[in-house]
Protein backbone atom coordinates (compact mmCIF):
# COMPACT_ATOMS: atom_id res chain seq x y z
CA UNK A 1 0.00 0.00 0.00
CA UNK A 2 1.11 3.42 -1.24
CA UNK A 3 -0.22 7.03 -0.43
CA UNK A 4 -1.29 9.02 -3.75
CA UNK A 5 -0.26 12.32 -2.26
CA UNK A 6 -1.49 15.62 -3.43
CA UNK A 7 0.78 17.51 -5.16
CA UNK A 8 2.47 21.12 -4.14
CA UNK A 9 1.13 22.52 -7.74
CA UNK A 10 2.22 26.45 -6.77
CA UNK A 11 4.06 28.39 -4.64
CA UNK A 12 0.76 30.62 -3.97
CA UNK A 13 -1.45 28.69 -2.05
CA UNK A 14 -1.72 26.12 0.81
CA UNK A 15 -4.22 23.50 -0.78
CA UNK A 16 -6.65 23.20 -3.40
CA UNK A 17 -10.13 21.98 -4.18
CA UNK A 18 -10.46 18.63 -5.26
CA UNK A 19 -13.27 18.94 -7.98
CA UNK A 20 -13.73 15.09 -8.96
CA UNK A 21 -12.64 11.74 -9.09
CA UNK A 22 -12.01 10.30 -12.61
CA UNK A 23 -11.73 6.74 -11.91
CA UNK A 24 -14.27 4.57 -9.97
CA UNK A 25 -13.48 4.13 -5.68
CA UNK A 26 -11.79 0.71 -6.25
CA UNK A 27 -10.81 1.10 -9.67
CA UNK A 28 -7.38 -0.93 -11.18
CA UNK A 29 -5.02 2.46 -12.09
CA UNK A 30 -2.01 2.00 -13.96
CA UNK A 31 0.66 4.72 -13.07
CA UNK A 32 0.76 7.75 -14.35
CA UNK A 33 -3.11 7.76 -15.50
CA UNK A 34 -5.12 10.87 -14.50
CA UNK A 35 -7.64 10.45 -11.19
CA UNK A 36 -8.67 13.43 -10.35
CA UNK A 37 -8.82 17.14 -11.84
CA UNK A 38 -7.93 19.73 -8.64
CA UNK A 39 -8.35 23.35 -8.57
CA UNK A 40 -5.75 25.69 -7.38
CA UNK A 41 -6.25 29.99 -7.26
CA UNK A 42 -4.95 29.81 -11.30
CA UNK A 43 -5.62 26.65 -13.09
CA UNK A 44 -7.08 23.49 -13.32
CA UNK A 45 -4.59 20.59 -12.73
CA UNK A 46 -4.94 16.87 -13.09
CA UNK A 47 -3.79 14.34 -10.45
CA UNK A 48 -1.75 10.93 -11.22
CA UNK A 49 -1.15 8.10 -9.63
CA UNK A 50 2.58 7.72 -9.81
CA UNK A 51 2.48 3.88 -9.52
CA UNK A 52 -0.04 0.98 -10.94
CA UNK A 53 -2.33 -0.05 -7.57
CA UNK A 54 -5.84 -0.44 -7.10
CA UNK A 55 -7.61 3.05 -6.37
CA UNK A 56 -9.23 4.00 -2.56
CA UNK A 57 -10.26 7.54 -1.96
CA UNK A 58 -10.02 9.13 1.09
CA UNK A 59 -11.60 12.35 0.46
CA UNK A 60 -14.55 12.97 -1.89
CA UNK A 61 -15.09 15.51 -4.80
CA UNK A 62 -15.20 18.88 -3.40
CA UNK A 63 -13.05 18.80 -0.30
CA UNK A 64 -10.60 21.36 -0.07
CA UNK A 65 -7.19 19.79 0.62
CA UNK A 66 -3.75 20.78 2.07
CA UNK A 67 -0.92 19.98 -0.56
CA UNK A 68 1.62 17.19 0.42
CA UNK A 69 -1.48 15.38 2.43
CA UNK A 70 -2.85 12.11 1.24
CA UNK A 71 -6.16 11.68 -0.96
CA UNK A 72 -6.29 8.26 -1.70
CA UNK A 73 -4.15 4.96 -1.25
CA UNK A 74 -2.94 2.40 -4.27
CA UNK A 75 -3.00 -0.79 -2.89
CA UNK A 76 -1.21 -3.99 -5.23
CA UNK A 77 -4.44 -5.90 -5.33
CA UNK A 78 -8.04 -5.14 -4.45
CA UNK A 79 -7.90 -8.30 -1.97
CA UNK A 80 -5.27 -5.97 -0.46
CA UNK A 81 -7.68 -3.69 -0.38
CA UNK A 82 -10.80 -5.70 1.18
CA UNK A 83 -8.75 -6.54 4.17
CA UNK A 84 -7.53 -3.00 4.56
CA UNK A 85 -11.47 -2.19 4.46
CA UNK A 86 -12.08 -4.64 6.94
CA UNK A 87 -9.21 -3.40 9.54
CA UNK A 88 -9.28 -0.96 12.63
CA UNK A 89 -6.90 1.35 10.28
CA UNK A 90 -9.87 1.90 8.09
CA UNK A 91 -12.25 2.98 10.27
CA UNK A 92 -9.72 5.60 11.94
CA UNK A 93 -9.22 7.53 8.14
CA UNK A 94 -11.72 10.43 7.64
CA UNK A 95 -13.32 11.05 4.45
CA UNK A 96 -12.01 14.56 4.60
CA UNK A 97 -8.98 16.68 5.87
CA UNK A 98 -9.66 18.09 9.32
CA UNK A 99 -11.40 21.52 9.24
CA UNK A 100 -12.17 21.03 5.82
CA UNK A 101 -15.95 19.75 5.55
CA UNK A 102 -18.45 19.74 3.06
CA UNK A 103 -20.32 22.36 4.48
CA UNK A 104 -23.21 22.93 6.76
CA UNK A 105 -26.92 21.79 5.92
CA UNK A 106 -29.42 24.82 5.72
CA UNK A 107 -33.00 25.21 4.57
CA UNK A 108 -30.85 26.25 1.06
CA UNK A 109 -29.27 23.14 0.95
CA UNK A 110 -25.37 22.64 2.02
CA UNK A 111 -22.68 24.94 1.57
CA UNK A 112 -20.76 24.74 -1.56
CA UNK A 113 -17.43 24.14 -1.15
CA UNK A 114 -15.50 26.99 -2.81
CA UNK A 115 -11.90 27.08 -4.67
CA UNK A 116 -9.41 29.95 -3.33
CA UNK A 117 -10.06 31.86 -6.75
CA UNK A 118 -13.70 31.85 -5.95
CA UNK A 119 -13.57 32.59 -2.59
CA UNK A 120 -11.23 35.78 -2.82
CA UNK A 121 -14.10 37.10 -5.93
CA UNK A 122 -16.97 36.72 -3.42
CA UNK A 123 -15.74 38.29 -0.87
CA UNK A 124 -14.18 41.32 -3.00
CA UNK A 125 -17.41 41.68 -4.21
CA UNK A 126 -19.85 40.97 -1.40
CA UNK A 127 -21.57 37.44 -2.74
CA UNK A 128 -23.41 36.27 -0.05
CA UNK A 129 -23.91 32.39 0.75
CA UNK A 130 -27.13 31.62 -0.08
CA UNK A 131 -26.29 33.62 -3.82
CA UNK A 132 -23.73 30.84 -3.85
CA UNK A 133 -25.67 28.12 -2.94
CA UNK A 134 -28.90 28.79 -4.97
CA UNK A 135 -25.94 27.99 -8.17
CA UNK A 136 -26.89 24.38 -7.24
CA UNK A 137 -23.15 23.20 -7.68
CA UNK A 138 -21.26 21.41 -5.09
CA UNK A 139 -17.76 23.08 -6.34
CA UNK A 140 -17.70 26.80 -6.91
CA UNK A 141 -14.97 27.72 -8.91
CA UNK A 142 -13.97 31.58 -9.50
CA UNK A 143 -15.86 31.72 -13.20
CA UNK A 144 -19.06 31.01 -11.47
CA UNK A 145 -18.37 34.10 -9.15
CA UNK A 146 -17.81 35.63 -12.08
CA UNK A 147 -21.13 34.78 -13.80
CA UNK A 148 -22.66 36.61 -10.87
CA UNK A 149 -20.67 39.80 -10.64
CA UNK A 150 -21.29 40.20 -14.64
CA UNK A 151 -25.03 39.79 -13.82
CA UNK A 152 -24.66 42.60 -10.94
CA UNK A 153 -26.20 39.96 -8.25
CA UNK A 154 -23.49 41.46 -5.81
CA UNK A 155 -24.41 42.63 -1.96
CA UNK A 156 -23.20 45.74 -1.96
CA UNK A 157 -24.81 48.14 -4.36
CA UNK A 158 -22.76 51.47 -4.53
CA UNK A 159 -21.74 51.63 -0.89
CA UNK A 160 -19.91 48.41 -0.84
CA UNK A 161 -16.29 47.23 -1.08
CA UNK A 162 -16.93 45.55 -4.51
CA UNK A 163 -18.96 47.74 -7.29
CA UNK A 164 -19.64 46.43 -10.77
CA UNK A 165 -19.41 48.01 -13.52
CA UNK A 166 -23.13 47.93 -13.61
CA UNK A 167 -23.41 49.39 -10.57
CA UNK A 168 -20.81 52.11 -11.28
CA UNK A 169 -22.38 53.07 -14.26
CA UNK A 170 -25.20 53.32 -12.22
CA UNK A 171 -23.59 55.74 -9.88
CA UNK A 172 -22.25 57.99 -12.55
CA UNK A 173 -25.63 58.76 -14.03
CA UNK A 174 -27.14 59.20 -10.77
CA UNK A 175 -24.93 62.36 -10.51
CA UNK A 176 -22.60 60.96 -7.69
CA UNK A 177 -20.14 63.21 -6.92
CA UNK A 178 -16.51 62.47 -5.46
CA UNK A 179 -16.80 65.35 -3.26
CA UNK A 180 -19.90 64.18 -1.37
CA UNK A 181 -20.12 62.57 1.77
CA UNK A 182 -22.48 59.66 0.03
CA UNK A 183 -20.01 59.38 -2.95
CA UNK A 184 -19.57 56.07 -4.00
CA UNK A 185 -16.45 54.14 -3.63
CA UNK A 186 -15.41 51.54 -6.39
CA UNK A 187 -13.06 48.64 -5.09
CA UNK A 188 -10.39 47.11 -7.85
CA UNK A 189 -11.27 43.23 -8.04
CA UNK A 190 -8.58 40.97 -6.82
CA UNK A 191 -7.78 39.81 -10.33
CA UNK A 192 -7.26 43.93 -11.32
CA UNK A 193 -5.36 44.35 -8.16
CA UNK A 194 -3.12 41.96 -9.33
CA UNK A 195 -2.54 43.72 -12.49
CA UNK A 196 -1.88 46.89 -11.19
CA UNK A 197 0.74 45.25 -9.17
CA UNK A 198 2.43 44.04 -12.06
CA UNK A 199 2.07 47.52 -13.83
CA UNK A 200 3.15 49.32 -11.23
CA UNK A 201 6.24 47.10 -10.67
CA UNK A 202 7.18 47.17 -14.36
CA UNK A 203 6.68 51.19 -14.50
CA UNK A 204 9.13 51.40 -11.55
CA UNK A 205 11.85 49.02 -12.76
CA UNK A 206 12.00 48.81 -15.85
CA UNK A 207 12.94 52.26 -18.46
CA UNK A 208 10.80 50.92 -21.80
CA UNK A 209 11.60 52.27 -24.97
CA UNK A 210 9.29 51.91 -28.23
CA UNK A 211 9.75 51.07 -31.96
CA UNK A 212 7.07 50.20 -34.43
CA UNK A 213 7.07 49.20 -38.10
CA UNK A 214 4.48 48.96 -41.08
CA UNK A 215 4.14 45.89 -42.45
CA UNK A 216 2.35 45.40 -46.30
CA UNK A 217 -0.22 42.32 -45.83
CA UNK A 218 -0.24 41.91 -49.99
CA UNK A 219 1.59 39.00 -50.22
CA UNK A 220 0.59 37.87 -46.99
CA UNK A 221 -3.00 38.02 -48.30
CA UNK A 222 -2.60 36.35 -51.68
CA UNK A 223 0.02 33.58 -49.96
CA UNK A 224 -3.11 32.43 -47.39
CA UNK A 225 -5.68 31.71 -49.88
CA UNK A 226 -8.36 29.52 -47.81
CA UNK A 227 -5.43 28.18 -45.81
CA UNK A 228 -6.54 27.67 -41.92
CA UNK A 229 -4.22 29.65 -40.18
CA UNK A 230 -4.38 33.86 -39.91
CA UNK A 231 -2.02 36.31 -39.39
CA UNK A 232 -1.66 35.66 -35.15
CA UNK A 233 -0.16 32.58 -36.09
CA UNK A 234 1.88 33.40 -39.09
CA UNK A 235 3.57 36.61 -36.74
CA UNK A 236 4.47 34.19 -33.80
CA UNK A 237 6.23 31.81 -36.54
CA UNK A 238 8.18 34.71 -37.92
CA UNK A 239 8.66 36.06 -34.00
CA UNK A 240 10.45 32.40 -32.98
CA UNK A 241 12.22 32.24 -36.15
CA UNK A 242 14.77 35.02 -35.11
CA UNK A 243 15.54 33.66 -31.98
CA UNK A 244 19.03 32.41 -33.10
CA UNK A 245 19.83 36.23 -34.40
CA UNK A 246 18.45 37.51 -31.42
CA UNK A 247 18.46 35.30 -28.63
CA UNK A 248 18.93 38.86 -26.09
CA UNK A 249 14.79 39.36 -27.25
CA UNK A 250 14.36 35.89 -25.55
CA UNK A 251 15.89 36.29 -22.71
CA UNK A 252 15.18 36.23 -18.47
CA UNK A 253 17.17 39.26 -16.68
CA UNK A 254 18.76 38.24 -13.70
CA UNK A 255 21.07 39.70 -11.28
CA UNK A 256 24.47 41.73 -11.57
CA UNK A 257 22.94 42.76 -14.96
CA UNK A 258 22.85 39.00 -16.46
CA UNK A 259 20.35 37.21 -19.17
CA UNK A 260 19.19 33.69 -18.85
CA UNK A 261 19.24 32.92 -22.37
CA UNK A 262 15.95 30.44 -23.33
CA UNK A 263 16.55 27.03 -25.25
CA UNK A 264 13.88 27.13 -27.71
CA UNK A 265 11.47 30.15 -28.69
CA UNK A 266 8.60 30.10 -26.63
CA UNK A 267 5.89 32.93 -27.31
CA UNK A 268 3.10 33.76 -25.16
CA UNK A 269 0.37 35.11 -26.66
CA UNK A 270 -2.14 37.33 -24.80
CA UNK A 271 -5.71 36.26 -24.57
CA UNK A 272 -8.74 38.22 -23.15
CA UNK A 273 -12.15 36.94 -24.23
CA UNK A 274 -13.62 39.17 -21.14
CA UNK A 275 -13.00 36.96 -18.46
CA UNK A 276 -9.60 38.62 -17.24
CA UNK A 277 -5.90 38.66 -19.79
CA UNK A 278 -4.23 35.06 -19.96
CA UNK A 279 -0.72 35.05 -21.44
CA UNK A 280 -0.55 31.25 -21.88
CA UNK A 281 2.76 30.27 -24.12
CA UNK A 282 3.17 28.40 -27.59
CA UNK A 283 5.55 26.31 -27.03
CA UNK A 284 8.85 25.73 -29.26
CA UNK A 285 7.20 28.08 -31.37
CA UNK A 286 9.80 27.92 -34.36
CA UNK A 287 9.89 23.83 -35.16
CA UNK A 288 6.27 23.47 -34.62
CA UNK A 289 4.00 23.07 -37.83
CA UNK A 290 1.61 26.65 -38.12
CA UNK A 291 -1.60 24.29 -37.99
CA UNK A 292 -0.11 22.70 -34.39
CA UNK A 293 -0.11 26.86 -33.21
CA UNK A 294 -3.81 27.35 -34.90
CA UNK A 295 -5.22 24.38 -32.41
CA UNK A 296 -3.25 25.74 -29.20
CA UNK A 297 -4.40 29.06 -29.91
CA UNK A 298 -8.24 28.07 -30.22
CA UNK A 299 -7.97 26.01 -27.24
CA UNK A 300 -6.67 29.16 -25.24
CA UNK A 301 -9.28 30.58 -25.95
CA UNK A 302 -11.93 28.27 -24.71
CA UNK A 303 -9.75 27.89 -21.85
CA UNK A 304 -10.14 31.22 -21.31
CA UNK A 305 -13.76 31.37 -21.15
CA UNK A 306 -14.02 28.78 -19.29
CA UNK A 307 -11.41 30.25 -17.02
CA UNK A 308 -9.74 26.17 -16.39
CA UNK A 309 -6.04 26.85 -17.65
CA UNK A 310 -3.99 24.30 -16.54
CA UNK A 311 -0.88 25.44 -14.31
CA UNK A 312 1.81 24.42 -17.50
CA UNK A 313 0.08 26.69 -20.00
CA UNK A 314 1.90 30.02 -18.74
CA UNK A 315 5.24 28.31 -18.10
CA UNK A 316 8.44 28.77 -19.34
CA UNK A 317 7.55 32.02 -21.75
CA UNK A 318 10.38 33.46 -23.69
CA UNK A 319 8.82 36.34 -25.13
CA UNK A 320 5.43 37.95 -25.06
CA UNK A 321 2.99 38.69 -28.39
CA UNK A 322 0.37 41.09 -27.38
CA UNK A 323 -2.37 41.78 -29.51
CA UNK A 324 -4.59 44.63 -30.26
CA UNK A 325 -5.57 43.73 -33.04
CA UNK A 326 -9.20 45.00 -33.03
CA UNK A 327 -10.70 46.90 -35.55
CA UNK A 328 -9.24 50.97 -36.60
CA UNK A 329 -6.46 49.96 -33.77
CA UNK A 330 -3.38 51.33 -35.13
CA UNK A 331 -0.63 51.43 -32.35
CA UNK A 332 -0.75 50.31 -29.05
CA UNK A 333 2.68 50.51 -26.74
CA UNK A 334 2.10 47.57 -23.95
CA UNK A 335 4.03 47.57 -20.65
CA UNK A 336 7.22 45.49 -20.63
CA UNK A 337 6.66 42.47 -17.95
CA UNK A 338 9.13 42.11 -14.88
CA UNK A 339 11.24 39.06 -15.89
CA UNK A 340 11.22 39.78 -19.77
CA UNK A 341 13.17 41.84 -21.95
CA UNK A 342 10.40 42.61 -24.77
CA UNK A 343 6.93 42.47 -25.74
CA UNK A 344 5.76 42.80 -29.60
CA UNK A 345 2.66 44.02 -30.09
CA UNK A 346 0.07 43.61 -33.48
CA UNK A 347 -2.23 46.29 -34.37
CA UNK A 348 -5.67 45.93 -36.73
CA UNK A 349 -5.23 44.98 -40.28
CA UNK A 350 -5.75 48.16 -42.12
CA UNK A 351 -6.30 49.96 -45.63
CA UNK A 352 -3.73 52.86 -46.84
CA UNK A 353 -3.45 54.44 -49.80
CA UNK A 354 -0.09 54.21 -51.46
CA UNK A 355 1.68 55.50 -55.08
CA UNK A 356 2.47 53.03 -57.75
CA UNK A 357 5.90 53.99 -59.78
CA UNK A 358 3.65 55.32 -62.07
CA UNK A 359 2.03 57.66 -59.60
CA UNK A 360 -1.07 56.05 -59.46
CA UNK A 361 -2.80 55.76 -55.97
CA UNK A 362 -3.87 52.46 -55.26
CA UNK A 363 -4.91 50.84 -51.86
CA UNK A 364 -2.99 48.01 -49.92
CA UNK A 365 -3.62 45.75 -46.46
CA UNK A 366 -1.48 46.61 -43.77
CA UNK A 367 -0.65 46.56 -40.14
CA UNK A 368 1.66 48.12 -37.74
CA UNK A 369 3.85 45.50 -35.87
CA UNK A 370 5.84 46.95 -32.57
CA UNK A 371 7.98 46.02 -29.82
CA UNK A 372 8.37 47.91 -26.32
CA UNK A 373 11.69 46.70 -24.83
CA UNK A 374 13.84 47.03 -21.68
CA UNK A 375 16.50 49.75 -22.46
CA UNK A 376 19.05 47.93 -20.39
CA UNK A 377 19.39 44.93 -22.18
CA UNK A 378 17.83 46.07 -26.04
CA UNK A 379 19.44 48.81 -27.54
CA UNK A 380 17.64 50.90 -30.49
CA UNK A 381 19.36 49.53 -33.02
CA UNK A 382 18.56 46.10 -31.84
CA UNK A 383 14.75 46.98 -32.19
CA UNK A 384 14.98 48.50 -35.38
CA UNK A 385 16.89 45.31 -36.82
CA UNK A 386 14.44 42.86 -35.20
CA UNK A 387 11.64 44.51 -36.31
CA UNK A 388 12.72 44.52 -39.96
CA UNK A 389 13.79 41.05 -40.10
CA UNK A 390 9.91 40.31 -38.93
CA UNK A 391 8.98 43.03 -41.46
CA UNK A 392 10.29 41.08 -44.32
CA UNK A 393 9.31 37.10 -43.70
CA UNK A 394 5.46 38.65 -43.92
CA UNK A 395 6.09 40.91 -46.87
CA UNK A 396 7.72 37.95 -49.02
CA UNK A 397 5.73 35.21 -50.30
CA UNK A 398 9.28 33.07 -50.21
CA UNK A 399 9.33 33.53 -46.56
CA UNK A 400 5.42 32.97 -45.55
CA UNK A 401 5.72 29.62 -47.69
CA UNK A 402 8.64 28.68 -45.13
CA UNK A 403 7.05 29.61 -42.27
CA UNK A 404 3.98 28.66 -43.16
CA UNK A 405 4.95 24.90 -44.62
Known amino acids: MREL ?44 ADADGVLHRLVEAGAHCAFGRPVGLLFDSR ?74 LTDQGLTGQGLTDQGAAAAVAAGASAASEDAAVVRLSARQRAVAAVVSEAHRTIPAAFAAIAV ?5 RAARGGAPYGLVELLVKAIAARHADFPLFFATPGADHTLTL ?77 GRTCVVTLCAERSEVALAEDGTPFTRPVTTVAVAYDHR ?13 VKQDLETADAIARLAG
Not at 20 to 39: C, I
Not at 262 to 283: E, H, Q, R, S
Not at 379 to 389: C, E, Q, S
Request: charged share 25%; proline share 5%.
Open 79 to 152: QERDDYLASPAAAAVTTAPEGQGQGEDHDGGPDPVLSDAARTLAQDHGIRTEQLRALGKRVVKASDVQRLIDQG
Open 262 to 338: APTANVGVTVDVGTGLFIPVLKDAARRPIGDLTDDLMDFRVSALRQNFREDAFADEAITLSLHNEPDIILAAPIVHP
Open 377 to 389: YLNGRDAVRFLTA
Open 216 to 220: DLTAF
Open 5 to 48: LLPKFNNNDEGCVLVGWTVDDGAAVSADAVVAEVETAKALEELV
